[in-house]
């Protein structure tokens, strides 16, 4: 089986619509979920500065327009097997796009849904300074220990020994300053302690404009980031999604059930590299490929083909 896995925030580079915007399908696409969300994706993925792309309401759907596009080239092949080969699973904002690659969401709903998303998060991180930091290294109860007595909490549980701590901007410097016994701290640049408590409001914002949706039952195995299951129900992954927001990836978890269901092959979409990395660490034996530019994209076929 072959996982098409979605990263999530902090994957994208100033520019990197660039390459692809030769591929028509790709354009087309992006143009189509620009006029659906009302965000000027072009300009963002090709001129806007990393200042500008890393704020979350337009890092979002740029990073989740940029999976679903770069699925749309993929997926426009009359060589690709059945879906039934096929499995999906995102990383914190990338489930959105999983949520679209495996057909639970349309691609205009997704678009909005995650537009609605980055808004209402990057309202909630305005509230009062909040940051995140890469703990990585150190017994894992040792670190925990030392998040809880500075009120921080673990957002992302990402396997290979990398727990991103979240919390107080304040916390989050007490911590780079005494970092847990055997780790090293490094500070991420984000806008907000996401995945924790503080982004409550945007759970509630989420929670009103979910229920506008139809999803529908995944047309494949689909991951969820809150247990690292498969999650057969459409109606459940959006619930699920929604409360993502303010609880923890569990991203460790998904890597760990991907491999019980005999995944030998993961491909990574549009921005991609960051779960790759991490699945290089925590799932020996299994092929990875990054669809970081359209050259990538007849490696990607060969892989689906071959793993099939």
């Not at 390459?19 to 009302?38: H, V």
């Not at 408590?197 to 759970?203: E, K, N, S, W």
């Not at 009103?208 to 992954?237: H, I, R, V, W």
Request: with cysteine; charged share 15%; net charge negative.
């Amino acid at each position: 089986m072959i996982a098409i896995v979605c990263p999530g925030q902090g994957a994208q580079t100033p520019g990197f619509f660039s390459p692809w915007l030769e591929i028509e399908m790709f354009k087309q696409t992006i143009e189509r979920l620009a006029d659906a969300s009302g965000v000027d994706l072009l300009k963002h993925g090709t001129v806007s500065d990393a200042d500008t792309i890393r704020d979350t309401a337009i890092a979002q759907p740029l990073i989740v327009s940029a999976g679903i596009a770069s699925a749309a080239v993929l997926f426009n092949s009359p060589s690709l097997p059945g879906s039934s080969s096929l499995a999906a699973a995102g990383h914190s904002v990338g489930e959105i796009t999983a949520a679209a690659v495996s057909g639970v969401l349309s691609d205009e709903d997704a678009i909005k849904f995650v537009t609605k998303r980055g808004n209402a998060m990057a309202s909630a991180a305005a509230l009062q300074p909040t940051s995140m930091a890469a703990v990585v290294g150190g017994d894992e109860t040792v670190v925990l220990e030392k998040l809880e007595s500075l009120g921080l909490e673990p957002a992302n549980f990402n396997g290979g020994g990398q727990i991103v701590a979240a919390g107080t901007a304040e916390a989050i410097e007490q911590l780079k300053q005494d970092a847990p016994a055997g780790s090293r701290v490094i500070a991420l640049q984000v806008a907000g302690a996401f995945h924790t408590r503080f982004m409550q409001p945007a759970v509630d914002v989420l929670s009103q404009y979910a229920q506008t949706l139809t999803p529908q039952d995944p047309s494949m195995k689909l991951f969820t980031n809150a247990t690292g299951e498969l999650e057969p129900s459409g109606k459940n992954f959006v619930e699920l999604m929604v409360r993502q927001v303010s609880n923890p990836v569990r991203w460790d978890l998904c890597m760990a059930s991907m491999l019980k269901q005999c995944v030998t092959a993961i491909i990574e979409l549009s921005p991609a590299g960051t779960l790759t990395g991490l699945a290089k660490r925590s799932m020996p034996g299994v092929e990875l490929l990054a669809v970081k530019t359209p050259e990538n994209i007849e490696a990607a076929l060969s892989l689906i083909n071959n793993h099939g």
